[in-house]
């Protein structure tokens, strides 16, 4: 089973940019700026879009806590990394 989000990124291509992936239904992936969530942000639907608007937003605001959340995990990671070395 796959998790319900996950995030990828293409470095060589768009070294700027991270990619949200939704890996349950409906499927899409949102394209930001690395430094922030809400800019440059494009959706892009693997499933068909939802047709109202507050199940975007909530979907919208659920990948974007989840790349907060791990954002901060991997900073945390990366401290306990430097702090054992």
């Known amino acids: 089973m ?5 995030l990828a990124d ?4 768009l070294p700027e940019t991270v990619f949200v992936v939704h890996t349950d ?3 899409f992936i949102v394209e930001c700026d690395i ?3 809400n800019s440059s942000q494009t959706i892009h639907w ?5 047709e109202e608007q507050k199940i975007i937003d909530n979907l919208i605001e659920e990948a974007e ?5 791990e954002l901060a995990n991997q900073e945390e990671l990366y401290d306990q990394e ?3 070395e």
Not at 2 to 6: D, G, T, V
Not at 10 to 13: D, L
Not at 46 to 50: A, F, G, M, T
């Open 46 to 50: 693997i499933d068909s879009k939802p």
């Open 82 to 84: 430097f702090d054992e």
């Open 65 to 69: 806590d989840f790349y907060n959340d």
């Open 2 to 6: 796959l998790p319900r989000f996950l």
């Open 25 to 27: 239904s409906p499927k």
């Open 10 to 13: 293409n470095s060589q291509e």
């Open 35 to 37: 430094d922030d969530f």
